[in-house]
Structure formats: structure tokens, C-alpha cells
């Protein structure tokens, strides 16, 4: 869907309520930058794969925060998935910046998965977690470093333009 248009009154009618709640929680998606206003309306994001790199970077950089963060529990952290464990950080401000970005890679996840796999998921992480904090931040940016470098065909996949071999 990238880039279609998110009529409101299409959607109410699908949905079976008014306009109103809809306008209201479209207008909340762009707010969170999971969808773009347009002078017609709404529609859904253009994704590039520079702008989903970027994601990654900044996902990389928060769950690192999070793990090196005064009063983290790394017995909390969740290997599997660093953005999520980035979510319970003590700095609230963290941690909503954290779910932020986690919506707006959501569309990349089950991508991610068929290209990686599961192995790559905890390898680094749950490696490094044993080794402490430092440890566990810089195997958090390189779990989100290799999907940065490989955001174009993970959103190739996710748009359905390529099948997904293992990377």
C-alpha cells in the first residue's frame, strides 16, 4: 500500500462508524508519522530504502541507550527483540521514542524474519548478554546495523517485489 490513499469516508463506511472517530485517528497516525496528510486527506507512507536505514540507525541507538541505561534490568532485556526490551528503559522519554520507532519498522518485521532468521535474532544479543551492558549495546547495534545495511531488500520483500532467500 505504499502511498495509497486512505480516504475517510471510505474507511468509515467499511469500518460501519462516522466519519468522525476516523478523522480522529487518522490524524493521530500522522501525528506518529505512520501515515503522511495530504491536501486530499491521508494516505499510506512512501517507503525508500534510506528512509528505513535511518529507522534502523535510530533503533539501534535507543535499544543501545536503553541496555546502558542507569536502572535497566538486562534480566528484562528481551534478546529477541532489542526495541521492546528499549520500551521498559527507566527514561520514559526513551521509552516512548523507543515504541515509536517499533511502529513504524512494524511493516519490516515479518521481512526481517524471512531474511535473517531467527538464528540472527538472539546470536548477538544473547552472546553479548552475558558479557554485561557495554557488551550488550554494541551487539544491539550491529543486530540493528545489519538490518540497516540490508533495508533494501527487506522492504522489497515486505512490499512482495522479491521473494526472501536467507541472507
Do not use: C
Request: no cysteine.
Amino acid at each position: 500500500m505504499q502511498g495509497a490513499a486512505l480516504p475517510i469516508s471510505g474507511l468509515a463506511e467499511e469500518l460501519g462508524v462516522s466519519p468522525t472517530p476516523v478523522r480522529e485517528v487518522l490524524a493521530r497516525l500522522a501525528g506518529e508519522e505512520l501515515i503522511v496528510r495530504t491536501p486530499h486527506g491521508y494516505a499510506a507512507l512512501l517507503h525508500d530504502p534510506a528512509q528505513i536505514a535511518e529507522l534502523y540507525d535510530l533503533a539501534g541507538v535507543l535499544a543501545a541507550a536503553a541496555a546502558l541505561s542507569p536502572g535497566m534490568d538486562l534480566a528484562a532485556f528481551d534478546l529477541a527483540d532489542p526495541l521492546t526490551a528499549a520500551q521498559a528503559a527507566p527514561n520514559q522519554a526513551l521509552a516512548r521514542a523507543s515504541a515509536r520507532v517499533q511502529a513504524q519498522l512494524a511493516p519490516m518485521s515479518v521481512a526481517e524474519h524471512e531474511l535473517l532468521g531467527a538464528a540472527a535474532e538472539r546470536d548477538g544479543p544473547a552472546v553479548a548478554w552475558s558479557a554485561g551492558k557495554v557488551a550488550l549495546a554494541r551487539a544491539v547495534r550491529r543486530h540493528f546495523a545489519r538490518r540497516a545495511a540490508h533495508s533494501g531488500r527487506i522492504l522489497a520483500v515486505a512490499l512482495g517485489l522479491i521473494k526472501s532467500p536467507r541472507i
